[in-house]
């Protein structure tokens, strides 16, 4: 019996594999003491990693560290990976990646301005031409203006959208939806009869429940610009 162990009764498999496993071993090895050089701590006590700063695992100077470089006078609210890219050149931190992408993620103005959090915007709809005058109409509000002796602060501007004849009609800002109607009826109605749709913007006047239900009334499609 071969009792003795020859090259002939040794698997190739099994050298090959001790063989890689002590090439990963003496790898990590050397990993880990090239990390640990990377250290070191200068003579005002000051940790760096490298030529970077170690920051300190403190959550209120983190926060402080990302607040400066995103949204600081300075800073252009970057996006995530300029962010991160940017930072690391200078500092050094565990999580800095994770940590810089949740602080992009929670501001507001990225979340108002940049189109990649905004929702996907309808496609345009084109108004057809209507078919006779002052029967699809406009509106819209024209604010901010000094005071007249009549204390009236705005014009209501309504448009024939055929003609585009226009009345400008005097308002005052703080007139109530009631008031609107009157003063609707009182200059379109009574002149050019009752529109069969009027358009305008998403104004909290135009979107009650008051003016909806006199447009039902009155039978007339509103549409919104906006």
Not at 18 to 46: A, G, M, P, Q, S
Not at 201 to 212: A, C, G, L, Q
Request: overall charge neutral.
């Amino acid at each position: 019996a071969n009792v003795v162990a020859d090259a002939l009764s040794r698997k190739s498999g099994m050298i090959a594999g001790i063989k890689v496993e002590e090439e990963i071993i003496h790898d990590l090895e050397r990993l880990d003491i090239e990390i640990y050089v990377e250290f070191r701590i200068d003579e005002d006590n000051v940790l760096w990693q490298d030529t970077r700063l170690v920051v300190p695992n403190d959550a209120s100077l983190r926060e402080a560290l990302l607040t400066e470089a995103h949204s600081s006078p300075f800073s252009v609210h970057s996006g995530s990976t300029k962010m991160y890219h940017d930072l690391k050149q200078h500092f050094w931190c565990s999580g800095m990646k994770r940590d810089v992408a949740t602080f992009v993620s929670r501001c507001l103005i990225c979340q108002q301005v940049k189109i990649e959090y905004q929702w996907a915007s309808g496609l345009l709809q084109p108004l057809n031409i209507p078919v006779w005058k002052w029967d699809e109409i406009s509106l819209d509000f024209v604010t901010g203006l000094p005071r007249t002796q009549r204390r009236h602060d705005a014009i209501w501007v309504v448009v024939d959208r055929l003609t585009k004849s226009v009345h400008f009609l005097p308002i005052r800002k703080d007139y109530s939806v009631s008031r609107l109607a009157e003063i609707f009826q009182q200059e379109i109605v009574r002149l050019h009869g009752t529109p069969s749709a009027i358009i305008s913007n998403r104004d909290p006047r135009f979107t009650s429940h008051f003016w909806k239900g006199l447009q039902k009334a009155w039978g007339t499609r509103l549409k919104f610009s906006t």
